[in-house]
Nanobody, 117 residues
Framework: QVQLVESGGGLVQAGGSLRLSCAASGRISSITRTGWYRQAPGNQRELVATISSFGSRTNYDDSVKGRFVISRDNAKNTMYLEMNSLKPEDTAVYYC??????????WGQGTQVTVSS
């Protein structure tokens, strides 16, 4: 199994910044692409950003381009999401996900991000 644990969420004012972390443990040798997703109340879970195995390719939802930066440190088995210029509409539970070559996608338990206006 793969365990993913998010941290770094919290309450921030609009225009502020937060940095989320996702620590992976367990059988992670076949993990490839990883990413961040979010789900606001009443909405479906949506993609925020993804990053390839060695960080050479990233992909962002249009709503966060230029404000959020995804990165990963494979030596620490940790992925990050630097969130800047936060807006109230960024309020959601943020989940990290890890795609496994053989076993599908693993998910973390989520961390709440609340942006006040």
């Amino acid at each position: 199994q793969v365990q993913l644990v998010e941290s770094g969420g919290g309450l921030v004012q609009a225009g502020g910044s937060l940095r989320l972390s996702c620590a992976a443990s367990g059988r992670i040798s076949s993990i490839t692409r990883t990413g961040w997703y979010r789900q606001a109340p009443g909405n479906q879970r949506e993609l925020v950003a993804t990053i390839s195995s060695f960080g050479s390719r990233t992909n962002y939802d249009d709503s966060v381009k230029g404000r959020f930066v995804i990165s990963r440190d494979n030596a620490k088995n940790t992925m990050y999401l630097e969130m800047n210029s936060l807006k109230p509409e960024d309020t959601a539970v943020y989940y990290c996900a890890a795609e496994d070559r053989y076993r599908g996608t693993f998910w973390g338990q989520g961390t709440q991000v609340t942006v006040s206006s």
